[in-house]
C-alpha cells in the first residue's frame, strides 16, 4: 500500500531537505536571518546533471564518480558539486519513485551509488578546520541521511570541523555529546514534519546545554517556517545556506534557555495515545493480513503529524502530511483508508478540542481537489 519512503523527499513538500534545494528559490528578506533561501541559477550545467542522472538509471558508480571529479578538476566547488549536481539529481530520483517509474530497488541502488560518490568528493577536499566545531545529526526516527551527509561535506569544506552523529539520534546520546565536546552549533536536520515533536525536543536539549542550532529539511516547514518556533536559531535550505549561517552574525544572539512557546500541549496526551489510537483504527478498519503492518504505520505516522501540528499551532502540517501521504499510496482506495483513519481518530479524540479541529480540516482537504 505505502512505499517505504527513500533516502530522499520524493515530492515537493513545504520545503525540502538541506541541500537538495533547486536553483532559484525566492531569498527571503534580510530583515529575517534565521531563514535563508538560495537564489542565482544552478553551477552546473543540465546536460551534466541529465549525463549523471543516467548513471544513477544503470547504478554506474564508475561514471558518477568519473563526473564529479571530472567536475572538482575543472574548478568547481565542493558546493557545486553536491548541491547542483547529486542533490538535484537526488531529487528527481524521489520523484521517479513516487510517480511508480522506478522501483524501490532502482530508488536504493541509485542513492547507494550517490552516497559513494559524496564520499569520493569528501575524499578530494582538505578542509583547514580552522572556524570552529558543528555538530550535524538527523532528528531521532529520521533515517533519511544523505541530504545531511551533504550539508556535512560542504560546511566541513568551508572551513569547519564536523562531526556526524548519522540518523536517528536519540536526545539523550546528542546531549551527552554536546557536554564531552562543546561545539559551536548543532545542524539538525528533519525530512518528515511528522516528526517535529521530536525536533522540538532535541532543540530544547540543545539550548538548554547552550548550543544554537541551525536546523534544515522540509521537516521544518515551507521556508523553514516551523524552525523557530521550535526554537532554532535559523533554517537554511540548502548545505551553502548552512556555512551563511554558521559564518554570519546569527550564532552570537543568545539561542539558550527555555524554546518560545507556540501551540499547545494538548499533543502530550495524543502522543501517549498513539498505541491505542493504531490499534484502534485496525479494528475499525479491518485490512486483510498482508496489508496490516502498513496500515499501522500510516496511522502512527499520521497521530504523529496530528500531534506536531497542536505542537506548532497550525493544522496546515496535517493537511499537507495527509495530502503528501495519499500521493504516496498506491492502491485505488488510499484515499478512502485516510478518510477511514481521520474518521476513527477524530471519534477517539472528540475530548481534545484542537485534536478534533485539525482532523476535521485534514478530512475535508482530503475531499478537496488541491
Do not use: K, N
Request: glycine residues 10%; charged residues 20%; aromatic residues 4%.
Amino acid at each position: 500500500m505505502t512505499r517505504p519512503t527513500p533516502d530522499e523527499p520524493t515530492r515537493e513538500e513545504p520545503g525540502r531537505a538541506t541541500g537538495e534545494e533547486p536553483a532559484g528559490t525566492r531569498r527571503l528578506p534580510p530583515e529575517d536571518p534565521g531563514r535563508v533561501t538560495p537564489d542565482g541559477p544552478g553551477r552546473v550545467a543540465p546536460g551534466v546533471v541529465q549525463a549523471y542522472l543516467g548513471c544513477l538509471d544503470r547504478a554506474d558508480l564508475v561514471g558518477a564518480t568519473r563526473l564529479a571529479t571530472g567536475l572538482l578538476d575543472a574548478g568547481a566547488s565542493v558546493a557545486d558539486v553536491l548541491v547542483d549536481l547529486v542533490a538535484v539529481a537526488q531529487r528527481e530520483v524521489g520523484l521517479r519513485w513516487l510517480s511508480g517509474r522506478w522501483s524501490i530497488a532502482q530508488e536504493h541502488a541509485a542513492t547507494h551509488v550517490s552516497e559513494q560518490v559524496v564520499e569520493v568528493v569528501a575524499a578530494h577536499t582538505a578542509p583547514t578546520d580552522d572556524r570552529g566545531h558543528v555538530v550535524l545529526a538527523c532528528v531521532e526516527g529520521e533515517w533519511h541521511a544523505l541530504a545531511a551527509r551533504i550539508v556535512m561535506e560542504v560546511v566541513r569544506a568551508a572551513g569547519w570541523r564536523v562531526t556526524f552523529l548519522g540518523a536517528s539520534v536519540p536526545v539523550r546520546q546528542l546531549v551527552s555529546y554536546l557536554h564531552q565536546t562543546g561545539p559551536d552549533a548543532v545542524l539538525l536536520s528533519c525530512v518528515q514534519p511528522s516528526r517535529l515533536v521530536r525536533a522540538g525536543r532535541m532543540v530544547e536539549a540543545c539550548r538548554a546545554a547552550g548550543v544554537p542550532v541551525v536546523a534544515g529539511g522540509p521537516g521544518f516547514g515551507p521556508e523553514g517556517r516551523w524552525a523557530t518556533t521550535v526554537g532554532a536559531a535559523g533554517w537554511g535550505a540548502t548545505a551553502r545556506d548552512a556555512v551563511r549561517l554558521l559564518s554570519g552574525p546569527l550564532l552570537a544572539a543568545p539561542h539558550t534557555g527555555a524554546a518560545p512557546t507556540a501551540g499547545s500541549d494538548e499533543y502530550v496526551p495524543v502522543l501517549r495515545r498513539r498505541r491505542e489510537l493504531v490499534q484502534l483504527v485496525l479494528r475499525e478498519v479491518t485490512p486483510v493480513a498482508e496489508r496490516a503492518e502498513e496500515v499501522a504505520g500510516v496511522v502512527a505516522q499520521l497521530v504523529d503529524a496530528l500531534a506536531a501540528a497542536i505542537r506548532i499551532g497550525d493544522p496546515q502540517l496535517l493537511v499537507e502530511f495527509v495530502r503528501w501521504q495519499a500521493g504516496v499510496l498506491d492502491t485505488r482506495d488510499g484515499a478512502r483508508l485516510l478518510d477511514d483513519v481521520l474518521r476513527v481518530c477524530a471519534t477517539a479524540l472528540t475530548e481534545h478540542p484542537r485534536s478534533a479541529d485539525h482532523l476535521h480540516r485534514a478530512r475535508t482537504a482530503l475531499a478537496t481537489p488541491p
